[in-house]
């Protein structure tokens, strides 16, 4: 008899600590009512693929030499950002795309290269706020890209940015690259 009651307590005790456990986590979600929203796309959809060029190792090489050295940069592919759908204003509206990346190498700020087969390494994707590839958006956590302004009375915007292969080592290897951003808009 002992025993059984002895079963009973440590039961019950062993279901109020899991229960204990389990009520003191939490989750917070977080968001905005806003009067504008906008639907936002790149190169023309929501989920886009960017079709950077094949480029040889050699490109990322330091000119006149046969050695690649960081941040050496080929390859300039521009890619339209373009909002549609929003509210018509009789003020202009400043918006931002922000850029949230995987893999990102903390020296070069440029996405890290997550190709599963065959991946060339040293090399990563930098993103650049304009479309000469001149103005590089520094990835570190969300990162603000350049503004977009919807102009006064407009319902759609559209700004260019780039995309290059950028080195992220001194030494490189040929092979597939293939890096992701996540991207939002932000309102002001």
Known sequence: MKRKSA???????TMLMSTSAFSATTVTFQGEVTAQTCS????????????????????????????TAVRNSA????FTISVTGCTASTNALTMYPEFLGTSVDTTTFALGNTASANAATGVGIALYSDSTGTQQINLNGVTRGAALTLAANATSAEATYSAKYMATSATTTAGKV?????????YL
């Open 7 to 13: 079963f009973k307590v440590c039961l019950l005790t």
């Open 40 to 67: 936002i796309n790149v190169n023309s959809t929501t989920n886009a693929v960017v079709l950077m060029p094949t480029i040889s190792v050699s490109d990322l090489y330091t000119s006149g030499t046969t050695t």
């Open 75 to 78: 390859g300039l592919t521009p």
């Open 178 to 186: 293939t890096s992701v951003a996540q991207y939002t808009l932000t």
